[in-house]
């Protein structure tokens, strides 16, 4: 079975821009989570979909957005590009169970 | 919300020596605790699980216990090698519900 794919891989952008972050689950998986990474915060819990609805969210501004669509796949949205928004961004997926499968990540630099 | 403390943030053993990792949790009703490994520039990998009916659980040269009355649980690595070398997080959830991940182990084993 294909892993957690996660696209695109590396992305530079400016501070202001918006930028959307794509997630392809393991086949016959529902659940997609995100998270986002940083040496200093860790493995922080950003949002997660089920069957195209938000089951749970973390705590982050409005200006990150998610959402799901009927065959799994999951998006994410910044909205107005902060400096502290540069991190590896991850995406889970899990089939009904609690167990994640992490994809590789994106990779963010705001500049 | 839940709160995981990790322990140690970094750790070196000789090869063939055993390593032990150790997370605190505190919202009783968590009953779900996997342990990831990251190797650089990749996603978390699942490495081993442990649900809250179960003490204890091992996988070849990897263990992971559980001790729900103290709420911690520690990862157990025997016979160590130099491959073994990445970061190891601790996660703790309450099914259906989010992730609560520790703030990661940097284990290097020496040669």
């Known amino acids: 079975k294909a892993g957690v794919t996660q696209t695109p891989r ?10 959307t972050l794509s997630c392809s689950p393991i086949s016959g998986h529902r659940s997609v989570s995100w998270y986002q990474q940083t040496p200093g915060q860790g493995l922080q819990f950003l949002f997660e979909y089920f069957s195209e609805t938000q089951r749970n969210k973390g705590n982050f501004p409005g200006r990150f957005s998610g959402r799901q669509f009927s065959n799994s796949r999951s998006e994410m949205n910044v909205s107005t590009l902060e400096l502290g928004d540069s991190a590896l961004y991850l995406c889970a997926s899990s089939p009904e169970t609690d167990t994640q499968y992490f994809g590789p990540g994106t990779r963010l630099t705001v500049l | 919300g839940e709160n995981v403390e ?7 053993v000789q090869e063939g020596d055993s390593a032990v990792i ?3 949790y505190s919202d009783s009703a968590s009953n779900y605790f996997p342990w990831y490994k990251q190797e650089l520039g990749k996603g978390p990998q699942l490495i081993i699980d442990i649900r809250s009916n179960v003490g ?9 216990t559980l001790n729900k009355t103290a709420k911690h649980f520690s990862l157990h690595i025997t016979e160590t090698q130099p491959e073994d070398s990445a970061v190891y997080f601790c996660a703790a959830s309450v099914t259906g519900n989010q992730f609560y991940f520790g703030t990661g182990t940097s284990l290097t084993v020496i040669p």
């Open chain 1, 10 to 19: 590396y992305l530079i952008k400016t501070r202001g821009q918006q930028v």
């Open chain 2, 6 to 12: 990790q322990h140690p943030s970094t750790l070196s």
């Open chain 2, 56 to 64: 204890e659980k091992k996988d070849q040269r990897i263990a992971v």
């Open chain 2, 22 to 24: 150790k997370c605190t």
